[in-house]
C-alpha cells in the first residue's frame, strides 16, 4: 500500500520528464491578412510541437510567410532552441500550396493555414518568429484598357447594328 522513497522519487521524475517531452499543439486565428503583415514570436516547451496559424485572403494577392529560430545561449548551454523548424501552407482542402521557411506565392481569395512544427531543444524549449502578409496583385493598366476598347467596340456595333 505503502510506496518507497525511491519508487516515489522514480514516480516524480518519470511523471515531470513526461511533461518536458510531450507534443504541443497550439491553434492561432489570426483573420483576414492584409498589407500589414501577422508577427508573432511563440514559444515552446521541449518536445515537438505542431502550432496552426488559421487565415484567410480576401483577394488576389501574393502571400509571403517565414519563420524563424530565435536560439538563446548562456555560454555552451541552450536555453532556447529549436531543430527541425519547419513551415507548410496549405489550403482549406489539406492540400500543400508550399513549404519552406521563407515563402512567396500567388494565392485567391479563401481560407487558408499555415502549420509550423519542430523540436524545441534547449533546457526551457524555443521560441520562433512568424511573419504572414498578402500583398494586393492589381490589375495592370493594359486590362483597363482593353476593357474599355472592347466597350467601344460593342456601342459602335450596336450602333451600325451590324
Given at each position: 500500500m505503502y510506496m518507497k522513497a525511491g519508487n516515489k522519487l522514480l514516480a516524480g521524475v518519470t511523471l515531470c520528464f513526461g511533461m518536458a517531452c510531450t507534443a504541443e499543439a497550439a491553434t492561432y486565428n489570426v483573420g483576414l491578412l492584409d498589407v500589414t503583415p501577422y508577427v508573432s514570436a511563440i514559444s515552446v516547451g521541449v518536445g515537438s510541437f505542431t502550432d496552426r496559424f488559421d487565415f484567410a485572403v480576401g483577394t488576389p494577392s501574393i502571400e509571403s510567410a517565414s519563420v524563424t529560430n530565435i536560439p538563446l545561449m548562456l555560454y555552451s548551454t541552450n536555453i532556447l532552441n529549436i531543430s527541425g523548424l519547419s513551415l507548410g501552407v496549405f489550403d482549406s482542402g489539406n492540400n500543400l500550396l508550399?513549404?519552406?521557411?521563407?515563402?512567396?506565392?500567388?494565392?485567391?481569395?479563401?481560407?487558408?493555414?499555415?502549420?509550423?512544427?519542430?523540436?524545441?531543444?534547449?533546457?526551457?524549449?524555443?521560441?520562433?518568429?512568424?511573419?504572414?502578409?498578402?500583398?494586393?496583385?492589381?490589375?495592370?493598366p493594359a486590362l483597363w484598357l482593353l476593357a474599355s476598347g472592347l466597350t467601344g467596340l460593342a456601342a459602335l456595333i450596336r450602333r451600325r447594328g451590324i
Amino acid at each position: 500500500m505503502y510506496m518507497k522513497a525511491g519508487n516515489k522519487l522514480l514516480a516524480g521524475v518519470t511523471l515531470c520528464f513526461g511533461m518536458a517531452c510531450t507534443a504541443e499543439a497550439a491553434t492561432y486565428n489570426v483573420g483576414l491578412l492584409d498589407v500589414t503583415p501577422y508577427v508573432s514570436a511563440i514559444s515552446v516547451g521541449v518536445g515537438s510541437f505542431t502550432d496552426r496559424f488559421d487565415f484567410a485572403v480576401g483577394t488576389p494577392s501574393i502571400e509571403s510567410a517565414s519563420v524563424t529560430n530565435i536560439p538563446l545561449m548562456l555560454y555552451s548551454t541552450n536555453i532556447l532552441n529549436i531543430s527541425g523548424l519547419s513551415l507548410g501552407v496549405f489550403d482549406s482542402g489539406n492540400n500543400l500550396l508550399s513549404s519552406g521557411n521563407q515563402l512567396s506565392w500567388p494565392v485567391q481569395p479563401g481560407s487558408y493555414y499555415a502549420q509550423v512544427t519542430g523540436t524545441g531543444t534547449g533546457i526551457s524549449g524555443g521560441a520562433y518568429t512568424i511573419a504572414l502578409a498578402a500583398t494586393p496583385v492589381p490589375l495592370p493598366p493594359a486590362l483597363w484598357l482593353l476593357a474599355s476598347g472592347l466597350t467601344g467596340l460593342a456601342a459602335l456595333i450596336r450602333r451600325r447594328g451590324i
